[in-house]
């Protein structure tokens, strides 16, 4: 079974930066890597960013200058380095990574923009 491990979640102020991390174990080929986040739980969990294998990114509006997703393959860890936060970034984000076409999630981590 696929296991996704994420770290580097925190409180931060407004401006400020975090750098999110995600580690795949038992996982042969991946074909994309990405995050998401879920607001509130009464909302829908959205894409923040993808990777995908050959290094192509894609960003939601929001994110887009601000967060940067980058992978190392040789780890099968993914990373978001997240700028500039602000107060409606705050959400439980979530790795997720694509194998053989099946989604595979990590537990969340959260995210936490405040003065």
């Known amino acids: 079974q696929v296991q996704l491990v994420e770290s580097g979640g925190g409180l931060v102020q407004p401006g400020g930066s975090l750098r999110l991390s995600c580690a795949a174990s038992r996982i042969f080929i991946i074909n994309r890597m990405g995050w998401y986040r879920r607001q509130a739980p009464e909302k829908q969990r959205e894409l923040v960013a993808t990777i995908a294998s050959g290094g192509s990114t894609n960003y939601a509006d929001s994110v887009k200058g601000r967060f940067t997703i980058s992978r190392d393959n040789a780890k099968n860890t993914v990373y978001l380095q997240m700028n500039s936060l602000k107060p409606e970034d705050t959400a439980l984000y979530y790795c997720?990574?694509?194998?053989?076409?099946?989604?595979?999630w990590g537990q969340g981590t959260q995210v936490t923009v405040a003065s």
């Open positions: 997720n990574v694509i194998q053989y076409g099946v989604n595979y």
